[in-house]
């Protein structure tokens, strides 16, 4: 898969390819951390205006209109955004597509005038921790709780 091939663009957060990668993410959320299942948001996403211009972004990537990846994002504070829902599909991992999708998403944050961006993941998923510690995210106090057991934040 080549990264030239990869497109990345918004999607509504209702749309049946938004709610396919909620799905993945959730499933996947629900095989690493104990306690969490895949009905742990339901389904529409309560959330998803959130995602929603003018206040935040779900973005997909594609390669040949196979869905590979998704993440997203929403006002936390009037300056601060937050990062939701990085999924990477099974096949698309470790070619960078996850570093690629923060990289757009937090161009996105900076178009919607926000300062800061903040985040949450669990200590299971660490491919998306040494992702972050990489890309100049800084750990922050806890601002959630479970299943959150690791916060960042980055200053835009």
Same mark, same amino acid.
């Given at each position: 898969?080549? &990264? ?13 390819? &938004? ?16 306690? #969490?299942?895949?009905?742990? #948001? ?23 209109? %196979? #869905? ?5 994002? *929403? ?8 990062? *939701?829902?990085?999924?990477? &599909? ?13 990289? #757009?998403? %937090? ?33 922050? %106090? ?11 934040? *980055?200053?835009?």
């Amino acid at each position: 898969m080549s &990264a030239t091939q990869i497109t990345i663009a918004h999607e509504d957060p209702d749309s049946p390819a &938004a709610r396919n990668c909620l799905r993945a993410y959730f499933a996947l959320l629900a095989e690493r951390i104990p306690g #969490v299942n895949p009905g742990h #948001v339901p389904d529409p996403d309560p959330e998803a205006d959130s995602f929603r211009p003018p206040h935040g972004a779900f973005l997909i990537a594609r390669a040949s209109g %196979e #869905v590979l990846g998704c993440v997203s994002l *929403k006002r936390h504070d009037p300056t601060t955004g937050e990062i *939701k829902r990085l999924w990477i &599909a099974p096949a698309a991992r470790g070619h960078g597509l996850g570093r690629r999708l923060m990289t #757009v998403i %937090e161009d996105e944050a900076r178009a919607l005038g926000f300062t800061g961006l903040v985040l949450d993941t669990n200590a299971a998923l660490t491919e998306a921790i040494a992702l972050y510690s990489t890309s100049g995210w800084l750990e922050t %106090e806890p601002y959630t709780g479970f299943p959150a057991t690791h916060w960042f934040a *980055k200053p835009l």
